[in-house]
């Protein structure tokens, strides 16, 4: 028999996988899993009665799935132990709110991961409200997997702008594209088809006036296994414009809700957040609107396609800022994982 705390860490992890699920529809809302089961008595092996996640917004959150895969196979609720990777809603949103509907069910025990990020809500009310009703509460379990998985969601409600990510497709010597501005393609066709699912999974998908100029990309999703899952919705294009020049004739606009702003950036974000909610946004450009936003502190995470091909001379750099005179003014970032598609590496990054 498991103790009891490898028990909470199996049961959240599988509450996370089955959140996961969600991961191309359940924006702007986070992914939510849960898994509800029933202690062993005298020793017997926990058993898992019911689970569900979270899949569209204004759908069933994942605790009432869980209870009605339950209720549906005849299994009863009473004395079940609750894993949820988010503390469990307390408010009337587009559904009732689903501590009501654990109260109800008589469960013994909730143990979440992380509690709400959204700053309004009172952080410790699931909580509160749980243990007022005579239901223990454990929370902790699995928080940085937790945080990570939905650091979009959690971006929009405590930073007020979503988390963005940069896709780059680099040559070896860390050029972006020819001098004549010629890019396509630098990276194989593995790592473009890779790369779809860094567009799935965001709200928006941000690029330069640079790139439409030269470039004209649709910044649609187009692999069946995304854009045929039930309740998939495209993200939304963006273009930064700052210059005003953008012209009707581009292929952004093919289809409907594309934006182009020319404020400063960090207002762009922010309005992307507030006023769209988006969670995550994919920055696709060149070097010109990457630095801006590197500079600007803007970025959180690099994502760099790294093609095992030379470009030369006077080919466009990845980095546009200095000459530094001094080592120590460079930028840095943090490797954080590394793994090889088709011919090309795949680099991760974080700013340190
Ligand atoms: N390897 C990759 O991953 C990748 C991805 C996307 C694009 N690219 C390549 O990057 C190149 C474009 O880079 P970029 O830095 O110019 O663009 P960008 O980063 O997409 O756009 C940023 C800035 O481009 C400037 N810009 C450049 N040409 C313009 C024009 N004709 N009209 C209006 N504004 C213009 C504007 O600012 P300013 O007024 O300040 O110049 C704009 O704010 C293309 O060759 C494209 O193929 C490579």
């Known amino acids: 028999?498991?103790?009891?705390?490898?028990?909470h860490q199996t049961f959240m992890h599988k509450a996370l996988d089955l959140a996961l699920e969600g991961q191309y529809t359940a924006?702007?809302?986070p992914m939510v899993g849960c898994v509800l089961v029933q202690p062993g008595l005298d020793n017997a092996e926990p058993q898992v009665i019911g689970q569900g996640f979270h899949a569209y917004p204004g759908g069933p959150h994942a605790e009432i799935v869980a209870l009605n895969s339950a209720k549906s196979a005849g299994l009863s609720?009473?004395?079940a132990v609750?894993?949820?990777?988010?503390?469990?809603?307390?408010?009337?949103?587009k559904t009732p709110p689903c501590i009501d509907a654990l109260i109800e069910a008589k469960v013994s025990e909730v143990v979440y991961a992380i509690d709400d990020p959204n700053p309004i809500s009172s952080?410790?009310?699931a909580e509160k409200l749980l243990t007022q009703a005579g239901i223990k509460v454990?929370?902790?379990?699995?928080?940085e997997r937790a945080s990570k998985l939905n650091q979009g969601f959690?971006?929009?409600m405590q930073r007020n702008r979503p988390y963005v990510r940069a896709k780059v497709a680099l040559s070896l010597d860390g050029n972006m594209a020819l001098k004549n501005y010629q890019s396509q393609w630098i990276t194989s066709e593995a790592a473009r088809t890779h790369s779809q699912h860094f567009r799935a999974v965001s709200g928006a998908i941000m690029t330069g006036m640079g790139t439409v100029v030269f470039d004209d990309p649709r910044l649609t999703v187009r692999q069946d296994r995304f854009v045929k899952l039930e309740n998939f919705k495209q993200p939304v294009s963006v273009v930064f414009d700052p210059n005003k020049g953008i012209t009707p004739d581009r292929k952004i606009f093919d289809k409907s809700g594309t934006l182009v702003f020319d404020q400063p950036l960090s207002e762009i974000l922010s309005l992307l957040a507030t006023e769209h909610q988006i969670n995550d946004v994919l920055l696709e450009s060149g070097p010109g609107l990457l630095n801006q936003l590197i500079d600007q502190n803007l970025i959180d995470e690099l994502i760099i396609y790294l093609a095992?091909?030379?470009l030369g001379k006077d080919a466009m750099n990845i980095s546009q800022f200095g000459p530094l005179d001094e080592l120590s003014q460079s930028k840095d970032w943090v490797f954080q994982k590394c793994e090889q598609v088709g011919d090309d590496m795949v680099i991760f990054a974080t700013p340190k």
């Open 123 to 125: 952080p410790n009310l």
């Open 77 to 79: 609720t009473i004395g």
């Open 1 to 7: 028999m498991l103790d009891l705390f490898a028990q």
């Open 138 to 143: 454990t929370k902790g379990i699995l928080a």
């Open 27 to 29: 924006r702007p809302n």
């Open 154 to 156: 959690i971006s929009r």
């Open 308 to 310: 095992p091909r030379l």
């Open 82 to 93: 609750a894993y949820i990777n988010l503390a469990p809603c307390c408010h009337v949103g």
